[in-house]
C-alpha cells in the first residue's frame, strides 16, 4: 500500500483506517470485467469519506485512482482539522493570576508560583519565560551567552 499511496497523502492516516474493498465491476467491458474484480472502493474508517474507481482495466491501476480520489476529499478535511487544532490551542488558559492569594501560575509549569506583584511588575515574567525555556531545554534570552571567537 505504501507505493500506491500519493506523496501528499495525509500523514495521520494509517492501514487501520482504511478499508479496501475490491469488486467485480459493472458495465461493459466483456470478458475481463465479468470475471475480475477491478473495481476498487477505499473507505476512510474514521470520517466515512470515500474513494472509488472502476474505470481502468486493471485492479492495480483502478487502486492508484482511488487513493488519488480518497486523498483529493481528505486532505483538505485534514488541513481544516489541523487549522481548527492550532486556533483552539491558541485559545488555551496558560497562565493563572490568583489576585487573593498573591501569586501567579503558569499551566505549562506544573508545582511552580510567582510572586503576584512580581509578574505584574515586569521581573516576574523574565523569571517564567526563563523557567519554562529551561524545562524544553531551550536557550534562555535571558542568561549570558558564551561567544566563541576562531582564530
Known amino acids: 500500500m505504501r507505493e ?3 506523496s501528499e497523502w495525509p500523514t495521520g492516516v494509517t492501514k487501520k483506517d482504511l478499508r479496501i474493498e475490491t469488486k467485480r465491476g459493472s458495465g461493459n ?3 475481463n470485467r465479468n470475471k475480475r474484480e477491478t473495481f476498487v472502493v477505499i473507505t476512510h474508517i474514521p470520517t466515512g469519506i470515500v474513494g472509488q474507481s472502476q474505470d481502468q482495466r486493471t485492479q492495480g491501476q483502478n487502486m492508484k485512482t482511488a487513493f488519488r480520489r480518497l ?8 488541513k481544516n482539522e ?6 483552539l490551542a491558541g485559545k ?9 492569594d498573591q501569586r501567579v501560575i ?25 523557567t519554562l525555556l529551561k524545562e524544553r531545554g531551550a536557550v534562555s534570552a535571558f542568561s549570558p551567552k558564551k561567544v566563541t571567537v576562531n582564530e
Open 106 to 130: 503558569d499551566k505549562r509549569l506544573p508545582n511552580k508560583q510567582w510572586a503576584f506583584d512580581d509578574v505584574l511588575d515586569g521581573d516576574g515574567l523574565g523569571k517564567i519565560i526563563e
Open 92 to 100: 488555551e488558559i496558560i497562565r493563572t493570576y490568583h489576585k487573593p
Open 29 to 31: 467491458g466483456g470478458q
Open 71 to 78: 486523498a483529493e476529499k481528505l486532505i483538505p478535511i485534514m
Open 82 to 87: 489541523v487549522q481548527k487544532q492550532r486556533f
Open 4 to 6: 500506491i499511496l500519493p
